[in-house]
């Protein structure tokens, strides 16, 4: 298991964007396959992005293609959310989330071994 910590929420009006970030810890960084999700209040949690170990593969929720970018930086242990053209509906809680092994097409959040605590994104109308 890794452990995960999420930074770069906050507050931002519609049209905005963000960029989150999650470091990991350990030394097999590369070996996961990296998620983010998200929960907004009342809402289960949702995938948003998810990317391969290597970075070759990608999966995008419908809702935030063409406007969100998942990347990462294996020399830095990072994944990172760009978020862009934020809606009022974006808002919710964002997670970063890992598993070790090949990619897959389950994005389920069982799928998903170790959770970040979450960083609240809010959009504003």
């Known amino acids: 298991q890794v452990q995960l910590v999420e930074s770069g929420g906050g507050l931002v009006q519609a049209g905005g964007s963000l960029r989150l970030s999650c470091a ?5 960084f590369s070996l996961y396959r990296m998620a983010w999700f998200r929960q907004a209040p009342g809402k289960e949690r ?6 391969s170990g290597g970075g070759g593969f990608t ?3 419908d809702s935030v293609k063409g406007r969100f970018t998942i ?3 294996n020399a830095k242990n990072t994944v990172y959310l ?3 053209s934020l809606k009022p509906e974006d808002t919710a809680v964002y997670y970063c989330a890992a598993n070790r092994g090949p990619w ?5 959040v069982a799928d998903f071994g170790s959770w970040g605590q979450g960083t609240q994104v809010t959009v504003s109308s």
């Open 104 to 108: 897959g097409a389950s994005m389920q």
């Open 24 to 28: 990991a810890s350990g030394r097999t």
């Open 71 to 73: 990347s990462r930086d």
């Open 59 to 61: 999966h995008y929720a």
């Open 46 to 51: 949702e995938i948003v992005a998810a990317l």
């Open 82 to 84: 760009q978020m862009g």
